[in-house]
């Protein structure tokens, strides 16, 4: 199983990722201790040299890394058909116990790539690179989450089993189940559409009075995380079904397959464009009163504001759809 495609890419991009990010968080670490753009000595000048080449390399390790959360899930999709017992990528990650953590280790770590690369785009544009230790500090604390996810991902893949017989998406997201996910779903209705639309809601006022006004920018950070794990619940709990049109279908993997018209992709790049442009705001809030980046910094964070809004409403705008023009209603249920 290990020369399959899928996996032969995950683990060689993954090892390189991590590796590349390792070497930069040292040169990193060596840029914190000697930075001093005033001056205009030998080690200052080949600091200011490297931190051109650790740019570049950082951006495509984490450009990958964020296409690769996409590649994991595909893969994982893709060898259901090799497990007895297996539907979808929820039944291939439940093979042995790494494939769940490495989703979330994945996940986390697509978060906090995107901010970092938030944080170098808006640092480039000033003459002076005034969060050159700032975004060196958060390379260093990234690196252990995705040298994390790196061994946890490749726990998971190198101990694929043909043999072993694993549970469907209908046994682990389900009501009876006595986990986490099952009291998700367990969750009353009601509540979790409530929880979901208001959330939403708030999110999108303190979005356009950011956007308009400029002010509020945490609030809009903060709100935007909480949207995104609140949605993640409500996906699970209730938009799932009417895509299905089954009440008790409540997996989140089976909606990426063509049947469903591959609705899932869209409905999680905009969920995670979302949270990513909002966590962006609030990491490059504290930096509004540096001279240097006075003109540079709040059209980065308008956009940035444009783009969670315009993202949780596109997610909004397909989810409404498939519930709109389902042919399930669960009053009945």
Known sequence: MTFHPGILALLLGSVLTASMLCCCAYEGARIIRNWDIRSGSELQLELERR?????????????????SLFLFIYTADSLSSLFVGAMCAAGSLK???FGY??????????????????????????????????KYGLLILITPFLVAETLVQGAYLLGLKPDIITSCCGTIFTTDANTILSGLISLPRALSQTAFYFSMAVTFLLGLVFYLKGKGGYFFSISTLISFLIAIVALISFI????????????????LHPEYGYVGYPLYITLLAGAVSGLGIGAIMPFRDIRSLAEVLPPIQRRLALISILSYAAFMLISGYGIV???L???AY
């Open 51 to 67: 931190t051109y080449l650790i740019s570049m390399v950082m951006s495509y390790a984490l450009g990958f890394q964020l296409l």
């Open 95 to 97: 093979v042995n116990g």
């Open 101 to 134: 953590p490495a989703l979330i280790l994945k996940i986390t770590d697509f978060l906090l790539a995107g901010v970092w690369l938030i944080v170098n785009f808006t640092d480039n544009k000033a003459s002076d690179y005034p969060l050159i230790k700032t």
């Open 240 to 255: 799932s079904v009417y895509f299905y049109e089954l009440p008790t279908h409540h997996c989140p993997f089976c909606i």
């Open 325 to 327: 023009f389902s042919h």
């Open 329 to 331: 209603s669960l009053a």
